[in-house]
């Protein structure tokens, strides 16, 4: 496992060659400075991008339609559409399709209880959703929105699941409350150990040939 920076990561995006992610440079009272860096996995380069490139990569070309209507850029989870359409869910749980043309299709809360998501994964029409206060996991139908499937509990191997990665048939699942990525057969509903580590694991990908972790520490190849 080789760590790539210590930075403390607020969201971490797949490019062809390597990732984009937006990064905490200081804070001063109440007022945060972010900062973007991308990685190139041919030549080990991290280099400071600018916000605009950082835009694009999270949420596509017409992200300029319905950026105005987002809460925050920063936390929010942004999952493009096959039809060119953007699902968005925000931190506190609340969720909008947008449209090409940036217009607000459709309305609501993602919630479990009283809890919004803290990770998000597509696969082709489903989408998981992670609620890591209660350890539990739902699936929904991007078609319909509506929920199909739950899994988990407090007693869950899926301890506090927060940062998902779909790989066909597997579901990786970052677990803070047991510090380890889980590898789920989507099919069977199987769950075993894919990764331990020695501190909490919040984030995961699968990038050509590479998998990043991002701990609480900073991102790793491992």
């Known amino acids: 496992m080789e760590k790539i920076t210590g930075d403390k990561v607020y969201s971490l995006h797949p490019l062809p060659d390597g990732f984009l992610y937006s990064y905490l440079i200081e804070k ?3 007022r945060y400075i972010v900062g973007y860096k991308m990685v190139s996995f041919e030549t080990g380069k991290v280099s400071r991008v600018t916000k605009s490139i950082y835009m694009l990569t999270k949420f596509g070309a017409e992200y300029k339609r319905f950026i105005g209507s987002i809460k925050n850029y920063l936390t929010c989870f942004s999952i493009p559409l096959e039809n060119g359409q953007t699902f968005i869910i925000e ?4 969720a909008t399709l ?16 009283d809890t919004a998501p803290g990770g998000v994964s597509v696969d082709n029409n489903v989408l998981w959703v992670s609620y890591p206060k209660y350890s539990v996991l739902i699936r929904y139908n991007l ?5 199909e499937l739950r ?3 407090d007693n869950s191997p899926l301890m506090r699941a927060t940062g998902l990665f779909s790989a066909g048939s597997k ?6 409350g047991n510090n380890a990525i889980m590898k789920m057969d989507t099919s069977s509903y199987q769950s075993e150990v894919y990764y331990q580590f020695e501190e909490p694991v919040l984030d995961y990908k699968f990038i050509n040939k590479y998998e990043i972790a991002v701990l609480k520490s900073g991102i790793y190849l491992l």
């Open 171 to 176: 579901l990786f699942i970052c677990c803070k």
């Open 151 to 153: 899994i988990g509990s």
């Open 98 to 113: 947008f449209d090409t043309d940036g217009l607000d299709l459709w309305h609501g809360k993602m919630l479990y209880k």
């Open 28 to 30: 001063e009272d109440n």
């Open 143 to 147: 078609k319909t929105l509506r929920e």
């Open 91 to 94: 931190s506190d749980g609340s």
